[in-house]
């Protein structure tokens, strides 16, 4: 059986045949693919940060990872998004504008799927107009935040602003990713901060009032 150190090395190596193929393995194996995420996957991409922090590699190196954890993360959707339940509540997520990063934003849909919500996915360099609209549309009960970089946190607080001045007095806001911090979430009047996919299902199913 392949080890969950073989699928970090793959998406670390930006090998998307591997990644797939282990992947794969690892749930022939009976390894649970929330396990295989957070202990296989997710550790890659840590690697590929940390090397790009340091300069050792640069853009395209993140961009081929990137793909072979989407890759595998394809794989696994049906496994992690099979909710088999008819859903109640509707959540809209997007990444806030001026951000590209998606593969967290969408593990977080994903999850929430899983948890039996309808999601409506906005995608990345969503304005703050746009998480309204969709928002108001869709009558949404959580409108999920991503951003993973500095320089896009103050698009956070913008949506957070605007879902607020319009008045959505059912709709709550849950914000995550990379750089946000609890207390970041708190100063900027969100309603919920996740640190991670397991943890979005917790924050958004408490702010519905879901128990069981
Ligand atoms: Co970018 N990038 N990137 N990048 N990239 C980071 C974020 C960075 C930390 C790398 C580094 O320097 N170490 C750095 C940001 C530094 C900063 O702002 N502090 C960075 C940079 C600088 C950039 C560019 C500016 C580089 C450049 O062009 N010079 C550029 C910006 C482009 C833009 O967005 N405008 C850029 C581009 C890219 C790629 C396009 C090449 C690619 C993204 C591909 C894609 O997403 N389709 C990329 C990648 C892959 C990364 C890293 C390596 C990996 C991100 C990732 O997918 N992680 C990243 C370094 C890192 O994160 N260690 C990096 C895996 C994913 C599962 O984790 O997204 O963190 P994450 O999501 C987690 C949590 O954060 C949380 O739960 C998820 C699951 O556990 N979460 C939420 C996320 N959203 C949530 C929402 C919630 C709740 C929880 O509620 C709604």
């Known amino acids: 059986m392949p080890q969950l150190a073989d699928l970090t090395a793959a998406v670390a190596a930006g090998n998307r ?39 050792e590699i640069f853009v395209p190196e993140m961009l081929i990872a990137a793909r072979s954890m989407k890759g595998a993360l394809a794989l696994l959707e049906p496994l992690l998004a099979d909710a088999g339940v008819k859903p109640e509540h509707t959540v809209v ?19 929430w799927k899983g948890a039996g919500f309808e ?26 935040l991503s951003s993973l970089l500095t320089t896009t946190m103050p698009a956070m607080r913008e949506v957070v602003k605007v879902l607020r001045e319009a008045g959505l007095t059912k709709t709550k806001i849950v914000v995550g990713g ?33 128990t069981a």
Not at 21 to 46: F, H, N, Y
């Open 93 to 111: 997520i997007g990444t806030v504008q001026g951000d590209l990063h998606d593969i967290g934003k969408n593990l977080i849909a994903m999850m």
């Open 17 to 55: 045949k591997d990644t797939a193929r282990l992947t794969q393995e690892l749930l022939d194996a009976g390894v649970e693919p929330q396990v295989i995420v957070e202990k296989g996957l997710v550790p890659g991409m840590s690697i590929i940060g940390e090397k790009f922090a340091a300069n």
């Open 178 to 210: 990379a750089p946000i911090t609890p207390t970041f979430a708190t100063e900027i009047g969100a309603d919920g901060y996740a640190a991670d996919a397991g943890s979005a299902v917790a924050v958004a199913r408490e702010l519905m009032g879901i």
């Open 119 to 144: 999601v409506i996915d906005l995608g990345t360099n969503v304005p703050a107009e746009k998480f309204l609209a969709a928002a108001q549309e869709h009558n949404a009960s959580v409108v999920g």
